[in-house]
């Protein structure tokens, strides 16, 4: 089946809006992780509704390689005035949007779910810190779900945001969905470690949709797997992260496993933005990608699990876990194994079920809860 051009009546992305800050290719000084590098007022027109001031900001933070990178986020203040010490401060880690460039979320307006959800927050008087992750918008390709550089990206987003001159307290939590998810809970695993010297007191972590366990799908992939074509979404995820990890770990060679038609998803996924790469990969079977067997790689599977497993053990403060049943990007069963590993190995988990709500319903579902669990934990 023959990959389709973008229709022209599908969601497309926006052109980007910079506020005077593009870093696409950004050679300058890095320093230090957590180092502010630039901070200007983000343009009107991306804003959120509920926010009072709010800035993109340029902040240092290492790729998947250890080496020194930089990545860009937004900050949300509250209409409210800050209280003695600061508003407290939400990290908030996004969901998928793509790996390029266009597609960086302090340069795009919010969807509206997110318009309502981080405005929830700010209306609680919290102040957002929204982290876009190392290579998106920044030079670099983004390591799509890989623990280490979304948990770096998090943490140091909030690290560089006190350093702004900005009325934020040193009291903070994680908030992330789906790809999100998945970041706040790596970020949760290492902030306090992460944030050691910066002063940041870590409280806890709100994560829904949360792909956890799906490394242990992915290695399996390969001409004969998986043998029938997969909801658009997922497909989807999976361009996403055969671009990110064969651009993470390209000293296995994963391009050697792909077919020509894979060479090309990988080459859309490295520069389209969810909407149009999922018209373009509408009715793709993910098996025709492949010649071999991805586990035919030497120490691929290794290397999976290390690039974008979720933790189930180390945690420190509180793990708030929301799961739609009725999700179909990021299955229910990923969720629940994820929880059931965690009070295996006797982690501070609390588990909210919705069984009415898909992937991104969820979001807006699980505020019931999640806003009484932050209340507590940041008390």
Known sequence: MALTTPAAHAETTPTPVWSGLDARSYDGP?????TLLAKTPLDPSITLPAAGDAYRI????????????VSTGAVFLPKRPAPAGGHKVIAWAHGTVGLGDTCTPSAQPRSDRDVAYLGHWLDQGYAVVATDYVGL???????????????????????AARQAGLPLSKTWAIVGQSQGAGAALN???????LSKGSGLDYRGVVATGAPANIEHIVW?????????????GLTTYAAYIVAGFADARSDLHPERVLSAKGRRVVRLAEKLCYPELKSALDGAEINSWFTR???SIPGVQAALVD????????????????????????????????YAQMRA?????????YPTQDHSGTVLASMKDSTPFLKRIMR
């Open 30 to 34: 890095i320093g230090a992780h957590g």
């Open 58 to 69: 340029l902040y240092s933070s290492p790729d998947f390689d250890g080496k020194p990178a």
């Open 137 to 159: 918008g920044t030079p670099g390709l983004m390591s799509y779900l890989s623990g280490q550089v979304a948990a770096t990206s998090t943490v140091d987003s909030v690290i």
């Open 187 to 193: 970020a949760a695993r290492r902030a306090t470690s």
């Open 220 to 232: 399996q992939a390969g001409p004969q797997f998986p043998p029938v074509a997969l909801p658009s």
């Open 293 to 295: 067997p991805l586990a």
């Open 307 to 338: 690039y974008m497993s979720t933790p189930y053990s180390g945690y420190d403060r509180p793990i708030f876990l929301g799961q739609g049943l009725k999700d179909i990007d990021v299955p229910a069963p990923s969720a629940i194994s994820l």
């Open 345 to 353: 190995a006797g982690q501070p988990v609390d588990f909210h079920v």
